[in-house]
């Protein structure tokens, strides 16, 4: 018996006591109290792009889409050594070029010697998931961006901390707006993660407030498209819608919405891409083509419009986007990780020296 206790008295003190949340269980707090960044209009769902009941004459297809959080994040200071979530989504399911973490889940980066960096995801469960986002954090107070779900809704997020420990909604890190009109790739498929798709990428690499308007498969140039980006107030309009436009559309819309953005914002730079050219169009001859049509028009569409007068309108041509040794997509359209990497060094210097003059920086 004796041999018995003073093994377990032995196993006991190799167990040493641990920071944990249930020594210091947690508390929740509104996500709604802290700072929310990213979005193009104030909304009445704070989580949602668009208050889209306001707007009737948006195509269906991108009313759906404007329901979506991509590119929204949380902006929050706090001491805690612990992190949780807890939130709900819709009852979509998970698409096939997408990851869970990042069509549903949350992505939390840290603010560290003055860079942000990832800190930890929130993986979705259930419909609604209650989970732990970073454990055993350093003392002492940190700044914290939370990134949403970049495919679907969400509703009642809540950021656990422990009992003990304060929490006060953070200060908007990024300066000035620069509002992004694309395609899926825009959106963020096929990033791993919402830190990850392309306009929040830029944010975190220039300190300039890129906002993401992806509408996955649908950004066409509608009218009503471009009469809503022109009631967003930027300091500049990136359009990279030339993914989803076929080459009649891109040749009869192109101008409207130019020349709309133009007229409700005459000093605002307006820049131009490209496609990113696709790599299954390297096998498949009419993908190719497309694409090449795309942005044969797209360039078309531009030298018009200079010779119109149009002034501050810039072009970003897609030659190297995803580097050369086609290992940068999902699933040939979409970027991976490496990919959007790749795509975000391409176009950041030409972005910034476009911005710069004028004191965009």
């Known amino acids: 018996m004796k041999s018995i206790y003073f093994s377990l008295v032995f196993l006991c003190l190799l167990v040493k006591p641990s920071y944990s949340q249930n020594a210091n269980p947690a508390r929740f707090v509104k996500a709604a109290d802290m700072t929310i960044i990213g979005k193009m209009i104030q909304t009445r769902n704070i989580y949602q792009s668009l208050d889209t009941i306001d707007y009737p004459r948006l195509p269906a297809a991108v009313k759906r889409l404007l329901t979506m959080s ?21 009852k979509s399911k998970v698409g096939s070029n997408m990851t869970a973490i990042a069509q549903k889940g949350l992505d939390l980066y840290v603010k560290l010697n003055g860079k942000w960096q990832f800190c930890g995801v929130g993986k979705p469960l259930e419909q609604c998931t209650e989970t732990s986002l970073v454990n055993n954090l350093m003392e002492g107070q940190k700044e914290f961006l939370l990134y949403l779900p970049l495919y679907d809704e969400i509703n009642d997020l809540e950021i656990g901390i422990s009992s003990h420990s304060t929490i006060t909604a953070g200060t908007i890190p990024f300066k000035s707006r620069i509002l992004i009109y694309g395609s899926s790739i825009l959106h963020g498929a096929s990033a791993s993660r919402s830190g990850l798709a392309y306009p929040a990428i830029l944010s975190r690499q220039t300190g300039l407030n890129f906002i993401n308007m992806g509408l996955s498969g649908s950004a066409k140039m509608e009218k009503e498209v471009a009469d809503l980006i022109a009631k967003i ?84 041509s897609a030659e190297n986007f995803l580097g050369n040794d086609h290992e940068g997509t999902v699933d040939g359209t979409h970027p991976n990780d490496l990919g959007f990497y790749r795509f975000t060094e391409d176009i950041r210097p030409k972005l910034l020296k476009i911005l710069a003059k004028y004191n965009i920086k």
């Open 70 to 90: 991509a590119g929204i994040a949380v902006s929050f200071k706090t001491d805690s050594r612990f992190l949780k979530a807890k939130w709900c989504n819709s």
């Open 233 to 316: 107030d930027a300091d500049a309009y990136i359009l990279d819608c030339v993914p989803n436009s076929s080459p009649e559309q891109i040749k009869s819309r192109t101008d409207y919405l130019v020349q709309t953005i133009r007229n409700s914002h005459p000093k605002a730079p307006i820049i131009i891409m490209q496609s990113l050219i696709r790599e299954s169009g390297y096998v498949d001859a009419v993908i190719g083509d497309r694409v090449r049509l795309q942005n044969e028009e797209i360039k078309s569409q531009f030298l018009n419009l200079q010779k119109k007068g149009v002034k501050d309108l810039y072009f970003i």
